[in-house]
Nanobody, 117 residues
Framework: QVQLVESGGGLVQAGGSLRLSCAAS?????MGWFRQAPGKDREFVAR????????YYSDSVKGRFTISRGNAKNTVYLQMNSLKPEDTAVYYC?????????????WGQGTQVTVSS
């Protein structure tokens, strides 16, 4: 069974930065991040392919967030800069053998990110 463990969430002021980490029990899976704000559906944030070469971002975070993989290919990071209050959400890591999507079967427990204005 694939296990994902996120860390790095917290409280930050608008304009600040946070770095999320996700450690997987498998290597060479595609991985990504989603988020869910109170009262809203879970939404896609960013994803990366198995070797870290191909990345894709939602329009709302493009230019501010960067997704990357660790050298061992079982860790993914999300560097979040220029944070806005609307980035406040629970952030979930996901993994998939091919491409991460909302239908992927492997999810972490989530980590809270709160951005104060």
């Amino acid at each position: 069974q694939v296990q994902l463990v996120e860390s790095g969430g917290g409280l930050v002021q608008a304009g600040g930065s946070l770095r999320l980490s996700c450690a997987a029990s498998v290597s060479n899976y595609a991985m990504g991040w989603f988020r869910q704000a109170p009262g809203k559906d879970r939404e896609f944030v960013a994803r990366v392919n198995w070797d870290g070469v191909i990345t894709y971002y939602s329009d709302s975070v493009k230019g501010r967030f960067t997704i990357s993989r660790g050298n061992a290919k079982n860790t993914v990071y999300l560097q979040m800069n220029s944070l806005k209050p609307e980035d406040t959400a629970v952030y979930y890591c996901a993994a998939d053998p091919i491409v991460v999507s909302a239908r992927s079967n492997h999810w972490g427990q989530g980590t809270q990110v709160t951005v104060s204005s």
